[in-house]
């Protein structure tokens, strides 16, 4: 649990390291607390129509979304990458994807 508070005090930190465990012990107890978020959705009748999430899981989800970011992207620095290399370097593979789909 003192992982998941570190990287919610840490929330607009993208600079910097996290370690492997901080990042999966935040992954635990998020996916916890999503759980835990939906099932009181469901108890209280309060998810929206047709979907089994209602307000709290969207509170939560929003709540959580930029600590979220600031920890993936410090684990990023920490194995040696930055943002870009996960986002330009799958796009050459999108590209074709696309073009595949849009000649036919």
Sequence with gaps: ????????????????????KELWMFWLFNMLFVILAMALDNVLDITVAGTVYGPLYIIYGLVVFVPNMAVQIRRLHDIGKSLLDVVIVPYPLRRDYFDCILCD
């Design 1 to 20: 649990m003192n992982w998941y508070l570190k990287v919610l005090k840490q929330y607009a930190d993208f600079e910097g390291r996290a370690r492997r």
